[in-house]
């Protein structure tokens, strides 16, 4: 398994489409939070670590894509059949693109929050705001990585890196733009949106009551990692099964 995934960081580090893009989600993180805390400040009853992860919905996004592109990558250049060559046992190839970019989206929200911690504290007047639970600084990598095996599940089942993109971006913007139109399943819809998820578990104060889960938010934690492994393992079995 480690040959695979060395293998799969080696993929991903020799094509500059995919790693720039790693590059510029792993930046936005900061730069997205020194626009809205240097801008306006915190939210009512926000704290230092709230600040950090503001506009998480950008990373994840970005996360999302570049995860879709990894998977799709190989078809779109038909080097598949060299890896796949190379490791005959589809089920292990995938597994380990999927922890690749599972480890890679952690370590780059971990680089992002690292770096963007110190700004929102530079930022904000000394000792006027809260720290907030460090503990909960936990929660944006695992949820960067849930989003980003997603991604490229997703990216392995189309085989077309202009769809899976298409998906991600829809599948992680349609709860926040639909509104009223999901009625009464909006905030379970909606309260389950991984960037909203996040906020509520870094206890920040921009969430709306039509965003709010009605059940606890570890909950809706589970739903997110939940609806991860589901479309992974359909897209296990699609790519074990499919002719190439």
């Known amino acids: 398994m480690r040959a695979a995934i ?13 790693w720039i893009t790693w590059i510029v989600a792993t ?9 809205i805390v240097g801008g306006r400040g915190l ?18 996004l970005l996360f999302g894509v570049w995860a879709a592109a990894v998977g799709a990558d190989e078809f779109a250049r038909e080097t598949i059949i060299v890896s796949i ?25 971990a680089i992002g929050l690292a770096v963007s911690v110190p700004a929102v504290i530079m930022i904000l007047p000394p000792g006027a705001t809260p720290v907030g639970p460090w503990y909960a600084l936990v929660w ?16 392995v089942a189309a085989r ?3 769809t899976a993109v298409g998906i991600v971006v829809i599948a992680l913007l349609f709860p926040g733009a639909a509104g009223g139109l999901l009625g009464a399943a909006q905030p379970w819809i909606a309260g389950a949106d991984p960037s909203v998820v996040v906020a509520r578990l870094v206890h920040s104060g921009t969430i709306g009551a039509a965003e709010t889960f009605p059940a ?11 609806v991860s492994v589901v ?13 190439i």
């Open 6 to 18: 060395r293998a799969e960081v080696l993929k991903i580090a020799t094509v500059r489409g995919l």
């Open 160 to 162: 077309s890196t202009l």
């Open 43 to 60: 939210a009512a009853g926000g704290s230092v670590v709230s600040g950090a992860v503001s506009g998480f919905l950008l990373p994840l």
């Open 140 to 155: 944006p990598p695992l949820v960067a990585a849930a989003v980003s095996v997603t991604g490229v599940a997703v990216g």
């Open 216 to 226: 606890p938010v570890g909950l809706a934690l589970v739903i997110v990692v939940g």
């Open 231 to 243: 479309i992974a393992a359909v897209a296990a079995r699609r790519f074990v099964f499919i002719d």
């Open 85 to 109: 060559a190379l490791e005959p046992r589809r089920i292990r190839l995938f597994v380990a693109k999927s922890a690749t970019v599972a480890l890679a989206a952690v370590v780059g929200v």
């Open 27 to 35: 930046v936005s993180i900061p730069v997205i939070v020194l626009a």
